[in-house]
C-alpha cells in the first residue's frame, strides 16, 4: 500500500515562510545549525532542511526549536 501526500501551494508557501523565520532567528541569536539542533536535541540536519523548506515538520520539533531559541512559537509562524 502506498501513500500519497498533497501539499497545496498555500501550505508550501507557508512552510517556506516557517524556515525563512527560522533562519532570520537563528542568526539573530547568533547560532549555528549545529548549535541550534544541539540545544533543541533534534538532529542537526533536519535544522537545515526545514529552513530550506524541505520538509513540514512536527509542531512538537517547532516547539523544541522555539525553546532552545527563547521565543514564542508564533514567532515562527505569524
Keep these: 500500500m502506498q ?3 498533497v501539499i497545496n501551494k498555500n501550505e508550501i508557501l507557508f ?3 516557517v524556515g525563512k523565520k527560522l533562519r532570520e ?3 539573530a541569536k ?3 545549525q549545529v548549535n541550534l539542533a ?3 536535541n533534534i538532529p542537526e540536519s533536519q ?3 526545514i529552513e530550506r523548506g524541505e520538509i513540514n515538520t ?3 520539533t517547532l516547539f523544541k526549536i522555539c525553546n532552545a531559541l527563547g521565543i514564542e512559537f508564533k514567532e515562527l509562524i505569524e
Design 15 to 17: 512552510i517556506n515562510s
Design 47 to 49: 535544522i537545515g532542511r
Design 30 to 32: 547568533n547560532l549555528s
Design 38 to 40: 544541539s540545544d533543541a
Design 3 to 5: 501513500f500519497y501526500c
Design 58 to 60: 512536527t509542531i512538537g
Design 25 to 27: 532567528k537563528r542568526l
